[in-house]
Nanobody, 119 residues
Framework: QVQLVESGGGLVQPGESLRLSCAFR????????MGWYRQGPGKLREMVAT???????NYADFVEGRFTISRDNSKSTVFLQMNSLKPDDTAVYYC?????????????WGQGSQVTVSS
Protein backbone atom coordinates (compact mmCIF):
# COMPACT_ATOMS: atom_id res chain seq x y z
CA GLN A 1 0.00 0.00 0.00
CA VAL A 2 1.41 3.35 -1.05
CA GLN A 3 1.90 5.90 1.72
CA LEU A 4 2.83 9.53 1.25
CA VAL A 5 4.22 11.45 4.21
CA GLU A 6 4.50 15.20 3.82
CA SER A 7 6.56 17.73 5.73
CA GLY A 8 7.65 21.35 5.47
CA GLY A 9 4.52 23.48 5.65
CA GLY A 10 4.21 26.52 7.85
CA LEU A 11 3.58 30.23 8.19
CA VAL A 12 5.67 32.66 6.17
CA GLN A 13 5.52 36.28 5.13
CA PRO A 14 4.90 37.39 1.54
CA GLY A 15 8.04 37.06 -0.56
CA GLU A 16 9.54 34.32 1.57
CA SER A 17 10.22 30.69 0.64
CA LEU A 18 9.19 27.23 1.80
CA ARG A 19 10.17 23.74 0.76
CA LEU A 20 7.71 20.88 0.95
CA SER A 21 8.83 17.27 1.03
CA CYS A 22 6.89 14.09 0.39
CA ALA A 23 8.32 10.71 1.30
CA PHE A 24 6.96 7.81 -0.77
CA ARG A 25 6.66 4.36 0.78
CA UNK A 26 5.16 1.00 -0.06
CA UNK A 27 5.94 0.45 -3.73
CA UNK A 28 8.52 1.14 -6.46
CA UNK A 29 8.93 4.89 -6.69
CA UNK A 30 10.28 4.74 -10.23
CA UNK A 31 6.88 3.59 -11.53
CA UNK A 32 4.98 6.56 -10.11
CA UNK A 33 4.17 9.96 -11.41
CA MET A 34 4.23 12.48 -8.58
CA GLY A 35 2.68 15.86 -8.05
CA TRP A 36 1.61 18.61 -5.71
CA TYR A 37 -1.93 19.89 -5.51
CA ARG A 38 -3.45 22.52 -3.29
CA GLN A 39 -6.82 23.51 -1.90
CA GLY A 40 -7.34 27.04 -0.67
CA PRO A 41 -10.16 28.18 1.64
CA GLY A 42 -13.47 27.77 -0.17
CA LYS A 43 -11.77 26.58 -3.34
CA LEU A 44 -11.52 23.34 -5.27
CA ARG A 45 -8.33 21.31 -5.23
CA GLU A 46 -6.03 22.32 -8.08
CA MET A 47 -2.82 21.03 -9.62
CA VAL A 48 0.33 22.95 -8.73
CA ALA A 49 3.08 20.89 -10.36
CA THR A 50 3.79 17.36 -11.52
CA UNK A 51 6.91 15.35 -12.25
CA UNK A 52 7.00 12.05 -14.15
CA UNK A 53 9.45 9.19 -13.51
CA UNK A 54 11.82 10.66 -16.08
CA UNK A 55 11.76 14.01 -14.21
CA UNK A 56 9.71 15.77 -16.86
CA UNK A 57 7.73 18.54 -15.18
CA ASN A 58 4.51 20.45 -15.64
CA TYR A 59 3.33 23.56 -13.77
CA ALA A 60 0.11 25.44 -13.32
CA ASP A 61 0.04 28.89 -14.91
CA PHE A 62 -0.22 30.62 -11.54
CA VAL A 63 3.20 29.29 -10.53
CA GLU A 64 4.81 31.84 -12.89
CA GLY A 65 8.32 30.43 -12.40
CA ARG A 66 8.22 30.74 -8.61
CA PHE A 67 7.98 27.03 -7.74
CA THR A 68 10.18 24.07 -8.64
CA ILE A 69 9.17 20.44 -8.35
CA SER A 70 11.85 17.77 -8.20
CA ARG A 71 12.25 14.13 -7.27
CA ASP A 72 15.08 12.19 -5.69
CA ASN A 73 14.67 8.62 -6.86
CA SER A 74 17.39 7.38 -4.52
CA LYS A 75 15.37 8.63 -1.53
CA SER A 76 11.87 8.07 -2.96
CA THR A 77 11.04 11.68 -2.20
CA VAL A 78 9.50 14.53 -4.12
CA PHE A 79 10.02 18.19 -3.29
CA LEU A 80 8.29 21.46 -3.98
CA GLN A 81 10.48 24.52 -3.60
CA MET A 82 8.27 27.59 -3.35
CA ASN A 83 9.80 31.04 -3.68
CA SER A 84 8.29 34.52 -3.74
CA LEU A 85 5.20 33.29 -1.93
CA LYS A 86 2.03 35.34 -2.09
CA PRO A 87 -1.02 35.43 0.19
CA ASP A 88 -2.97 33.74 -2.62
CA ASP A 89 -0.68 30.72 -2.19
CA THR A 90 -2.25 30.07 1.19
CA ALA A 91 -3.70 26.56 1.03
CA VAL A 92 -3.38 22.99 2.16
CA TYR A 93 -0.85 21.35 -0.13
CA TYR A 94 -1.25 17.68 -0.97
CA CYS A 95 1.30 15.27 -2.38
CA UNK A 96 -0.06 12.99 -5.09
CA UNK A 97 1.15 9.75 -6.64
CA UNK A 98 -0.17 7.47 -9.36
CA UNK A 99 1.16 4.34 -11.01
CA UNK A 100 2.01 5.12 -14.63
CA UNK A 101 1.57 1.46 -15.60
CA UNK A 102 -2.09 1.35 -14.72
CA UNK A 103 -4.66 1.98 -17.46
CA UNK A 104 -7.07 3.42 -14.93
CA UNK A 105 -5.47 6.05 -12.76
CA UNK A 106 -5.78 5.63 -9.04
CA UNK A 107 -4.61 8.58 -6.98
CA UNK A 108 -2.78 8.31 -3.70
CA TRP A 109 -2.72 11.38 -1.46
CA GLY A 110 -0.65 12.63 1.40
CA GLN A 111 -2.17 13.95 4.60
CA GLY A 112 -1.85 17.59 3.54
CA SER A 113 0.46 20.39 4.67
CA GLN A 114 -0.84 23.80 5.62
CA VAL A 115 0.96 26.70 3.97
CA THR A 116 -0.03 30.14 5.19
CA VAL A 117 1.38 33.30 3.63
CA SER A 118 0.56 36.35 5.69
CA SER A 119 2.17 39.48 7.01
Amino acid sequence: QVQLVESGGGLVQPGESLRLSCAFRGSTFAFYGMGWYRQGPGKLREMVATVNPGSGTNYADFVEGRFTISRDNSKSTVFLQMNSLKPDDTAVYYCNAYDIREKVRYNYWGQGSQVTVSS
